[in-house]
Nanobody, 125 residues
Framework: EVQLVESGGGLVEPGGSLRLSCAAT????????IGWFRQAPGKEREGIGC????????YYGDIAEGRFTISSDNAKGTVYLQMDSLKPEDTAVYYC??????????????????WGQGTQVTVSS
C-alpha cells in the first residue's frame, strides 16, 4: 500500500523559507512520479512540480517561479520542497501526490492516485 505523509509546514513571515517533506512508503523500488501541489481556500489544487525516477528528472510548473526547488533522498524515500522568498499568496495546504510505474511528468491532479493528508503553510507577518 502506498502512503504519503507531508510535514514541515507552519507559519512564516514574508520573505522567509520553509522546507516541506513528503515521506513515501510502498512505492520505493519502483519507477514513480511524485508531485507537489497546493490548494488555497476556495481555489482548485494546483501543481508546483514533480520528480520522476529512475533518473530523478524534475519538472516545474509556472508556480515555482524559481523560488521553489524539489529534491529527493531516495535512501529515505523522501521528496522535499524547498520554498524560498515566500509571499502571502503562497498560503495554502501543500500536498504531495504519487503515481507508480510511469516515470512521467504531470501537474494534473487526476494523474496521481495517491495523496498525502497535506501540510498547512501560512505566510503572514
Amino acid at each position: 500500500e502506498v502512503q504519503l505523509v507531508e510535514s514541515g509546514g507552519g507559519l512564516v513571515e514574508p520573505g522567509g523559507s520553509l522546507r516541506l517533506s513528503c515521506a513515501a512508503t510502498g512505492i520505493t523500488g519502483d519507477d514513480y512520479t511524485i508531485g507537489w501541489f497546493r490548494q488555497a481556500p476556495g481555489k482548485e489544487r494546483e501543481g508546483i512540480g514533480c520528480i520522476m525516477t529512475p533518473y530523478d528528472n524534475i519538472y516545474y510548473g509556472d508556480i515555482a517561479e524559481g523560488r521553489f526547488t524539489i529534491s529527493s533522498d531516495n535512501a529515505k524515500g523522501t521528496v522535499y520542497l524547498q520554498m524560498d522568498s515566500l509571499k502571502p499568496e503562497d498560503t495554502a495546504v501543500y500536498y504531495c501526490g504519487a503515481r507508480r510505474g510511469t516515470g512521467l511528468a504531470s501537474l494534473s491532479t487526476s494523474f496521481y492516485p495517491y495523496w498525502g493528508q497535506g501540510t498547512q503553510v501560512t505566510v503572514s507577518s
